[in-house]
């Protein structure tokens, strides 16, 4: 149960301490602008106000995240900081790498560089005065730098130094390959900012605590780790933790998960017993046809469409969470919502999880592939367990999503007419036309029985009869019908459009009987 504040907050601004004087005073009084007892009542709160301001910030000064100017200087002065004055070297490093980040990579403020000048000649010690983060997918990122102050050597004979010379780093950064300044690192001429000095003083506020939950948790995520929790276990032994670790295929990549240990046992006070787990991700890949609302969507536009539904799903299943089921029905609920999709034919599923490759352990591109569970249609849900998480990896396993394609039978006739007359041939196309537009909306015995009278719908148009007729299915198999065979062939019957193919007319006296 959440504990009541001892104190409610109150309005400590000129208009909330005056009311409350206000209604402090009693119904009797005269309390109208101008009175005597309203005058004397607001330039007593006037006086408190600035009391009360003075007061705030007063508290606010004794805090490294709330103080500024002397008082943050004050404040470092207990980690043994001092604020750079005017005159320093300072300037941005480039930090990069040859490949793109796959994942964030955090520097904190403090990462330090150097170099040599052309003559070989060693360059003062820089460190980075901010914290930056490399995003994932890049591969560069700039970071402000100031010149560290050294007693032992006089560097102010040192005006600037040239374009690309702090290449060294002393330590280097995880997952950074190379640095160096693009522009001149010149002498600054004001004192250091306030957010710069707030930066360096928390680096070394974590350098010096080890033991600590936050300490624990800041040297994981130095190791290039974007999503980690760490918390005491309760109502176990005292001395216990755990390190629950979110990052997708992180179980996976061995190296990351020595380099997590070596920073977890070098944090961590002697005695503590730390277990470090991680969310096993479950790859789910949808397979699913969609109609769209507009059935005469080109290709291009159906491309755009499949686009809206993938992010839509991706961001469905990285919404739940861990010990959840990921459900059919909410797939679907979630594709119908996309603006564009009329309709969802089916859905299945594609589930694996993938482990490192024993044959190549340190290799984290070399994969072993495990499909967990059934890709059926009779599968309505998946599992996901308390140490698991849902994903969608639209590179490696993306959605594959079709279009939902209409069942189509095609007739195509060779026709007997008693002369070549376009006219007969063109109500002979119409006619078999509206018979098409007709058949597709009946069920089993209507169709059939439009079948009988499609002879006589051929005469009616002012042929004489039909000679061959060849069916082909929706699975692409054709059936041919000679003359003297009933055109009521099952292969016509059925759930699917009929369309009317080639028609070919050929007069009475020159057609050969057929083969």
Known sequence: MARKPILAPIDTHFRGVTNRLLEALGAGADVHAGSVIRTLVEAYAREMATFYAMLERAHQAGYLDSATGGALDSVVALLGIERARAGRLHGKVELSRSSPTPYDIRISAGFRVTGRTPDGEMLPLFETVEDVVMAAGSTRVLAAVQELEDTSRD???????????????????????????????????????????????????????????????????????????????????????????????????????????????????????????????????????????????????????IEKVQQALVAHV?????????????????????????????????????????????????????????????LGYIDIGMSERALIDTKRWPPIIVRETE??????????????????????????????????????????????????????????????????DETGTAHVLTGSETLNHPALVGDAALAIGGLEFVVADKREEPS
Do not use: W
């Open 155 to 305: 560097t102010t004979t040192i005006p600037s130094i040239g374009p690309n010379l702090l290449t060294m780093t002393p330590r280097p950064a995880l997952g950074i390959e190379s640095v160096t300044n693009l522009d001149p690192i010149v002498r600054n001429s004001v004192d250091e900012s306030d957010e710069n000095l707030r930066a360096r003083a928390k680096m070394a506020l974590r350098q010096s605590q080890c033991g600590t939950l936050e300490s624990i948790k800041a040297a994981i995520l130095e190791q290039g780790v974007a999503q980690v929790e760490v918390y005491e276990r309760e109502g176990d032994a005292p001395g216990m933790i755990d390190v629950l670790i979110g990052d997708p295929d992180f179980e996976r990549d061995l190296q990351a998960r020595e380099r997590v240990s070596r920073a977890l046992r070098a944090t961590k006070a002697a005695g503590v017993r730390a277990q470090v787990r991680f969310l096993r991700t479950v790859f789910i890949q949808p397979v699913l046809q969609l109609k769209p609302a507009d059935p005469m969507l080109d290709e291009r536009s159906f491309a755009r469409l």
């Open 407 to 472: 069942k189509l039978r095609q007739l195509d006739l060779v026709i007997v007419v008693t002369t070549k007359s376009k006219g007969v041939e063109d109500r002979v196309r119409a006619e078999l036309r509206s018979f098409a537009n007709r058949f597709h909306d009946l069920g089993d015995r209507g169709q059939q029985k439009l079948l009988d009278k499609l002879r006589g719908v051929v005469r009616s148009a002012g042929a004489q009869d039909i000679a061959l007729a060849i069916v082909t």
């Open 318 to 378: 990285a919404s739940l969470p861990s010990e959840t089921v990921v459900n059919r029905r909410k797939l679907e609920a979630v594709v119908l919502a996309t603006p564009g999709v009329d309709d969802v034919e089916s859905i299945k599923f594609g589930v694996l999880t993938v482990s490192p490759d024993p044959r190549a352990p340190t290799d984290p591109t070399r994969l072993l592939l495990n499909r967990r569970r059934d890709t059926s249609l009779t």
